[in-house]
């Protein structure tokens, strides 16, 4: 049986598991039929399949009211991928990986050397000891239709099943869900710094002056966008490379390290819609996008990074997003990053939370995500001024 909650609520949360999950009654709707796609092949099969470095980490869904909501139950793994990790994330990547890009190697060493003893407070403080909320294990998680009242009875259903572990909401702004950000604050949730990530609307941005340059590039270089639909098994681990070449070789290895198995799933039950660019019949770029409550994202972006600049495969993807977004009348979250390109591209900078819940833990576990919350007061100025 689901496990269920006393909760007030008309239809109390009920929680799914590995054992259960075929029992899920996935509503009839388009979102519903995407978690059952996506969801039933993670949970049975085991997300490690789908997704290399997701460790130590139980993913489960909760249904309430016509929202499927997946959740992950983690514990410390140091390689696992940010997306299941607030330590990976603030520390591994966050703390120690990005400061590479300041080219400052004193900067880099003061940075190392106050993080060091950070690192080992966060362990011993089990920072990692969390539930993640709308967590499909990848970079950005849409949410879903949901009421304020879905909220506050999953919320209070979270802290009854998991009462030794933090409650985290992933992926939570105040420009596409901004009565998750006010409800989640009401009810005593920490909204800490996650990223800065931007959003663009496409009918804008395809008519501004850099746009209209890609596509004359696009045209220029002979490129060819194709359906991922017509990818064989052999352009999916092409497709699986690209991805690596540009998210993990050249950012992070804490990013998700899709397997030729993701992407497969994605191909077959379309859990992302893919689009490549082909040139002389040759895969040289790859993105992949799911859409939800009015917006779509690209989890999967990569392109052939030893090729020259001069063919512009990461603003042809981006061009071909921004026509999908178009084609479909989407807004665009374009996630994290290179935010100097995506703002002459009409992108708008919206900072990014983990909204996260400690009250029921003890003070040492508490603790570290008040740290955070202190240095992401002083962050949020100084990422939303560097275009991130």
């Not at 506050?152 to 009565?179: C, M, T, Y």
């Not at 999967?300 to 495969?313: I, K, N, R, V």
Request: glycine share 6%; aromatic share 12%.
């Amino acid at each position: 049986m689901a496990i269920s909650t006393p909760s007030g609520a008309t239809h109390p949360p009920q929680l799914f598991t590995r054992e259960n999950i075929h029992n899920l009654p996935f509503p009839q709707t388009e979102d519903g039929d995407y978690a059952r796609r996506y969801l039933i092949p993670l949970m049975t099969d085991n997300p490690q399949k789908y997704i290399r470095n997701v460790y130590n980490t139980q993913l489960m869904a909760v249904k309430v009211g016509e929202a499927v909501i997946p959740i992950t139950v983690t514990d410390f793994h140091p390689q696992n991928t940010y997306t299941v990790s607030p330590y990976s994330h603030y520390v591994s990547y966050g703390g120690l990986e990005e400061v590479k890009h300041l080219n400052n190697p004193l900067a880099e060493a003061v940075v190392k050397a106050i993080m060091k003893p950070i690192a080992g407070y966060f362990r011993y403080a089990e920072l990692d000891k969390v539930v993640f909320v709308n967590n499909y294990l990848v970079s950005t998680n849409l949410y879903p239709s949901v009421s304020s009242d879905q909220l506050s009875a999953l919320s209070e259903a979270l802290i009854r099943w998991f009462p030794d572990r933090g409650i985290v909401f992933r992926s939570v702004d105040q420009k596409k869900n901004p009565h998750v950000y006010q409800t989640l604050d009401g009810l005593g949730y920490d909204l800490v710094l996650s990223r800065q990530v931007w959003y663009m609307d496409p009918v804008a941005a395809l008519k501004t002056r850099q746009c209209k340059e890609d596509l004359r590039v696009l045209k220029k270089n002979g490129y060819e966008v194709i359906n991922g639909r017509d990818l064989s098994d052999d352009e999916l681990r092409r497709a699986a490379q690209l991805y690596e070449l540009l998210y993990l070789q050249k950012y992070s290895f804490f990013n998700p390290q899709f397997t030729f198995d993701f992407l497969k799933l994605a191909r077959d039950e379309e859990t992302l819609h893919m689009y490549g660019l082909k040139k002389n019949g040759r895969l040289n770029a790859i993105m992949g996008f799911f859409v939800r409550n009015g917006a779509m994202t690209q989890p999967l972006f990569g392109y052939d990074t030893s090729l020259p600049l001069a063919e512009g495969l990461y603003r042809l993807l981006t061009l071909v997003t921004l026509q999908e977004g178009v084609r479909r009348g989407l807004l665009v979250h374009a996630s994290g990053g290179v935010g100097r390109f995506k703002k002459v591209r009409g992108g708008e900078s919206v900072t990014e939370y983990n909204a996260a819940f400690t009250k029921h833990l003890s003070l040492r576990r508490r603790l570290p995500w008040k740290l955070i919350g202190l240095v992401s007061k002083a962050a949020i100025p100084y990422f939303r001024k560097m275009d991130f």
